[in-house]
């Protein structure tokens, strides 16, 4: 029940509204800090969420499918320009933001990581690295300004922090399929 304190701990303070007004001030720390921070709070409590509802879980997410794709939906969501300017902009949005990426995006993962198994998780990976591929394609590509909230410059820096998460997942994808991981338990 630690790692449950722990994950209300962080939410509660992403919450604090100077700490969410000074992460979303800049663009790289409001995607790829906040967010995933939030996301992680989520999966930090998620431990007492299977344990309060066991039956919903099984029933809802019984091989972890749903699960990997309600997280999926909602970060790729947030991922989108559009919806982090609403998020700055549109109160009931902000609150939208707080409340889907660690209550289902969070939670969602915590209870499905494990019943996807390994292939899963690798398509997980793939659709990540996809995502900030994507991302850094769009966001270093634009000469136009794509977020209102935000400068150009702003952009291209979420741009190549993204290429640098989605060559870190390559690494790491093929660091787990081409090394004996058995050598190093």
């Known amino acids: 029940m ?13 919450a604090l509204p100077p700490v969410a007004a000074v992460m979303e001030s800049i663009m790289i720390v409001h995607m790829h800090m ?7 709070s989520g999966f930090l409590m998620g431990r007492f969420f299977q344990l309060k509802f066991p039956v919903f879980f099984k029933k ?4 972890g499918i749903a699960g990997i794709l309600l997280f999926m ?5 947030w991922m989108i320009p559009r919806s982090m300017d609403d998020a700055l902009t549109i109160q009931v949005v902000e609150l939208f933001k707080f409340s889907s990426l660690p209550f289902l ?3 969602a993962l915590r ?3 494990h019943k996807i198994g390994a292939r899963g998780q690798y398509i997980v990976f793939g659709f990540f690295i ?3 591929s994507f991302m850094a394609w769009i966001y270093i590509g634009a000469d136009n300004q794509i977020c209102n909230n935000y400068l150009l410059v702003e952009q291209q820096t979420v741009g190549w922090g993204s290429l640098f998460f989605g060559v870190i997942l390559s690494f790491y994808v093929l660091q787990v399929l081409f090394i004996d991981q058995s050598q190093y338990e």
Request: cysteine-free.
């Open 2 to 14: 630690k790692q449950a304190f722990y994950g209300l701990l962080l939410f509660s303070f992403l």
């Open 60 to 63: 809802w997410n019984m091989n």
């Open 130 to 132: 996809l995502v900030f």
């Open 111 to 113: 209870d499905s990581w």
């Open 73 to 77: 939906i909602i970060w790729s969501f």
């Open 34 to 40: 906040q967010m995933t921070l939030l996301v992680l």
């Open 105 to 107: 995006a969070g939670v």
